[in-house]
């Protein structure tokens, strides 16, 4: 959870703003976690204290209805609606929400029930459903099974059927101004960014780098990465500082769940 609240707000700041260049600085007074880390609190609090997916993830929104990059516009209605129906969307919100049931479920028929019901309440495409659905499961996959990325990679395919595209065909679109807004595209750029990577912060710069949807990438990928990597002391020290307490409560409470839990591989 905590990878992809990182991987959030150190994105922050080039969703919309200059290209990020090789170096560039993880954490500045102009970063702030976006929708990506509210959503991600909503999916854990509805899982930690019983709540409903929907009325969890209406809950966080309408406390916190003007984060920086914004919701997108079809979520944003939403949120916002009397009667909030599914919208039949594939947008990358799925994915990137979903992490903590990849920790807070250890059966994988509970991982992909429980994803597809955090996913279905708004995003009720099968292309958004399928990308949450993988990013849980690769989690379990990772901490759980201790499979290496290889294996990753050709399980995703099979049983997902994402193509992880090569690095440099993904640099080369973000740095032809594409913005990658669906799970189609966003979740198998995030995942070889954690492959290609060698360490939980080098799957954050590489997610950021490919540019377009940098905080949404790096929220994913840091997500997958906290389950094989351990998290940098120092990154959640400095991430932290940038959550208000309600949101830090559910943070806390997520860890003390999980401390007993199969962790990451790698320290
Ligand atoms: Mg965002």
């Not at 809950?59 to 919208?87: K, L, N, T, V």
């Amino acid at each position: 959870m905590i990878g992809a609240i990182i991987g959030d707000i150190v994105g922050s700041r080039f969703e919309f703003g200059a290209a990020p260049q090789e170096g560039f600085e993880l954490f500045t007074p102009d970063c702030s976690y976006t929708d990506d880390t509210i959503c991600t609190v909503a999916i854990a609090d509805a899982v930690l204290n019983g709540r409903d997916y929907q009325e969890s993830l209406l809950d966080w929104c309408r406390r916190y209805p003007d984060p920086m990059g914004a919701y997108g516009s079809r979520f944003e209605q939403w949120i916002h609606s009397e009667h909030p129906h599914p919208m039949n969307s594939f947008g990358n919100g799925s994915a990137m929400r979903v992490s903590p049931i990849g920790w807070l479920f250890d059966e994988w028929e509970d991982v992909i029930e429980e994803a597809k019901k955090s996913a279905a309440v708004s995003h009720n495409h099968p292309e958004g459903i399928k990308g949450a659905q993988c990013i849980a499961e690769t989690i379990c996959w990772l901490r759980l099974m201790r499979f290496s990325k290889p294996d990753v990679e050709k399980k995703v395919r099979k049983f997902f059927g994402y193509e992880l595209p090569p690095m440099r065909d993904i640099l080369k679109i973000g740095s032809e101004g594409h913005f990658d807004g669906t799970c189609q595209e966003t979740v198998p750029m995030a995942l070889r960014c954690f492959m290609d990577a060698n360490s939980f912060e080098e799957t954050i710069r590489l997610a950021v780098l490919c540019d377009g949807d940098t905080d949404t990438k790096a929220c994913i990928a840091g997500s997958v990465a906290e389950a094989y990597y351990q998290v940098p002391e120092w990154m959640i020290n400095k991430a932290v500082d940038y959550l208000p307490e309600d949101m830090l409560g559910i943070l806390g409470q997520f860890y003390e769940r999980i401390k007993d839990s199969c962790g990451p591989q790698r320290k």
